[in-house]
């Protein structure tokens, strides 16, 4: 199959290699997720490999594609998992709509896990509404974000009495979904840098998340008294 170029994109001081790597940061940024691009290449087994991205809050490597990876490519991500006793997702195709079959729990969504037990699919982004935690789990089932968790634990899963794959929240919050809308909707032909109302988020949010990332959490509900002043001071 013959593999289309890809154009390389700049965005918040990166070179990302293609537009699609850079619309994924894009969604990242959105959500919440630092990451670090490319930061480093792997020797493997005389064969050279640099993965896309590093999330460090989530301790995963992530590797982007415009479509399946080949077997040369599974097999590079299967040996840096196994090397590096770290999880290696390959995304690969368009970032999903937020209301395709491919966010609901028994869609197929183009993500590939390989960790040091072997490989799997079907694994989505998810949040559990309790205590804000975002990850890659089989299925979206956001309980499993808690299992290996080092620091305070969540207090939906302490308080649960016995293991529960599915927290409050899965794989179709707001957030992930405006998350998701961003990703998709991010336009870099204009000075290459996409507007905050376009990744879903406030001035305010896009400046904090350009400071520090892991302050986009989910956002408060407004009480009445708020809802009712907001709209008053909306009315023409």
Not at 16 to 38: H, I, K, M, Q, T
Not at 56 to 67: A, S
Not at 113 to 120: N, R, S, T, V
Request: glycine letters at 10%; one cysteine or more.
């Amino acid at each position: 199959m013959t593999r289309i170029k890809a154009i390389e994109t700049r965005y918040k001081g990166y070179r990302f290699r293609s537009r699609l790597e850079a619309r994924w940061a894009v969604f990242f940024d959105a959500l919440g997720v630092p990451y670090e691009y490319e930061p480093q290449g792997f020797n493997l087994g005389g064969r050279s490999y640099l993965p896309d991205f590093w999330l460090p809050v989530q301790g995963c490597w992530i590797e982007i594609k415009g479509q399946e990876p080949d077997a040369r490519e599974s097999a590079l991500a299967e040996e840096l998992a196994k090397q590096r006793r770290q999880p290696v997702y390959v995304l690969f195709g368009p970032i999903p709509l937020p209301t395709d079959d491919t966010l609901s729990y028994d869609g197929n969504e183009p993500a590939f896990l390989f960790d040091p037990q072997g490989w799997d699919c079907c694994h989505k982004w998810c949040e559990c509404l309790s205590c804000g935690r975002v990850g890659l789990e089989f299925e979206g089932r956001a309980g499993r974000l808690h299992q290996h968790v080092d620091g305070p634990r969540c207090k939906w899963f302490d308080e649960q009495p016995r293991y529960d794959d599915y927290a409050p929240g899965g794989l179709a919050t707001p957030r992930l979904i405006r998350a998701y809308e961003a990703g998709r909707g991010a336009r870099f032909e204009y000075g290459e840098s996409p507007q905050p109302h376009r990744m879903g988020l406030t001035p305010e949010q896009y400046l904090a998340v350009q400071r520090d990332p892991v302050q986009i959490g989910p956002q408060p509900r407004a009480t009445r008294p708020a809802r009712d002043q907001e709209q008053k001071e909306g009315a023409p």
